[in-house]
């Protein structure tokens, strides 16, 4: 019951700072607040909320939220321009959606499909899982959530190739790739390098979960993360090598085989 009032307060105090008209469904620990029809809300919490929810659960998060969960969906870029400036007077620029961890929160463009949302809700949910995640690898985990399916049974999000890749490759060829040591130790990440940053992470987690590699690395991580903040110990005890010079041929090698198999560049 406390989690159900929590949730119609925040439900209540978002609503009155978005200058649009706006619907309400809250199925705690969800508040889902949009320029749609609450019908609409509810198919997007069935269909994509709550399994991509479930198949997370099962490979990477054992603590449930406590506190709002709040997805505002908008229907078109103007609208949700117009609230990213109402909730966080926030320029948005060409980012189709983002997460506040103080509040819990994701803002979305709902109509460039469903990609944003599975990356937005891999912060949210590991913002209470694992609060502390060194943010190459939140970034690498949620950006591989957009663009991925489901598994047979349906219980695993599996990441497929996506743009992304496109960023590594073109580094790749122009010998402007890192080593994966300074993708791993860097305490945040650098601004004018994010577009390369988040492809490298993302590629890499694609890497690891190939390897069936990446819930293990995510849950061993989370058990480590007192002494190893940046999961660079972690990632050596896992893939059993001394250092991860070791891992960089056999990645790169990797990559190599993206670009086969997706006839890019």
Same mark, same amino acid.
């Given at each position: 019951?406390?989690?159900?009032?929590?949730?119609?307060?925040?439900?209540?105090?978002?609503?009155?700072?978005?200058?649009?008209?706006?619907?309400?469904?809250?199925?705690?620990?969800?508040?889902?607040?949009?320029?749609?029809?609450?019908?609409?809300?509810?198919?997007?919490?069935?269909?994509?909320?709550?399994?991509?929810?479930?198949?997370?659960?099962?490979?990477?998060?054992?603590?449930?939220?406590?506190?709002?969960?709040?997805?505002?969906?908008?229907?078109?870029?103007?609208?949700?321009?117009?609230?990213?400036?109402?909730?966080?007077?926030?320029?948005?620029?060409?980012?189709?959606?983002? =997460?506040?961890?103080?509040?819990?929160?994701?803002?979305?463009?709902?109509? &460039? @499909?469903?990609? +944003? /949302?599975?990356?937005? #809700?891999?912060?949210?949910?590991?913002?209470?899982?694992?609060?502390?995640?060194?943010?190459?690898?939140?970034?690498?985990?949620?950006?591989?959530?957009?663009?991925?399916?489901?598994?047979?049974?349906?219980?695993?999000?599996?990441?497929?190739?996506?743009?992304?890749?496109?960023?590594?490759?073109?580094?790749?060829?122009?010998?402007?790739?890192?080593?994966?040591?300074?993708?791993?130790?860097?305490?945040?990440?650098?601004?004018?390098?994010?577009?390369?940053?988040?492809?490298?992470?993302?590629?890499?987690?694609?890497?690891?979960?190939?390897?069936?590699?990446?819930?293990? =690395?995510?849950?061993?991580?989370?058990?480590?993360?007192?002494?190893?903040? &940046? @999961?660079?110990? +972690? /990632?050596?005890?896992? #893939?059993?090598?001394?250092?991860?010079?070791?891992?960089?041929?056999?990645?790169?090698?990797?990559?190599?085989?993206?670009?086969?198999?997706?006839?890019?560049?």
């Amino acid at each position: 019951m406390q989690l159900q009032t929590a949730c119609e307060l925040q439900a209540q105090a978002i609503q009155k700072r978005i200058s649009l008209p706006t619907n309400c469904l809250i199925i705690a620990p969800y508040v889902l607040i949009g320029d749609y029809e609450v019908s609409t809300l509810d198919a997007l919490y069935r269909k994509a909320i709550q399994p991509t929810e479930y198949a997370l659960n099962v490979s990477y998060f054992d603590t449930k939220p406590d506190q709002p969960v709040t997805i505002v969906a908008l229907s078109s870029q103007e609208r949700y321009q117009q609230v990213a400036r109402d909730l966080d007077q926030r320029q948005t620029g060409s980012y189709y959606g983002y =997460f506040m961890a103080d509040e819990l929160r994701i803002v979305l463009n709902l109509t &460039t @499909g469903s990609g +944003t /949302l599975g990356h937005e #809700l891999t912060h949210a949910l590991a913002e209470v899982d694992y609060p502390d995640m060194p943010e190459w690898f939140d970034e690498g985990l949620a950006s591989l959530h957009e663009q991925c399916e489901f598994s047979d049974q349906g219980n695993r999000l599996l990441g497929t190739t996506n743009w992304r890749v496109q960023i590594l490759l073109s580094a790749l060829e122009r010998n402007q790739l890192p080593p994966l040591n300074d993708l791993v130790v860097q305490a945040r990440i650098r601004t004018d390098r994010e577009a390369l940053t988040y492809a490298y992470a993302r590629c890499f987690c694609l890497y690891l979960q190939q390897k069936n590699l990446l819930s293990p =690395f995510y849950r061993k991580l989370r058990t480590n993360q007192a002494s190893d903040p &940046t @999961g660079r110990l +972690t /990632l050596c005890q896992i #893939l059993n090598v001394d250092d991860l010079s070791a891992v960089d041929a056999e990645f790169r090698e990797w990559l190599g085989s993206c670009r086969r198999n997706t006839g890019s560049l």
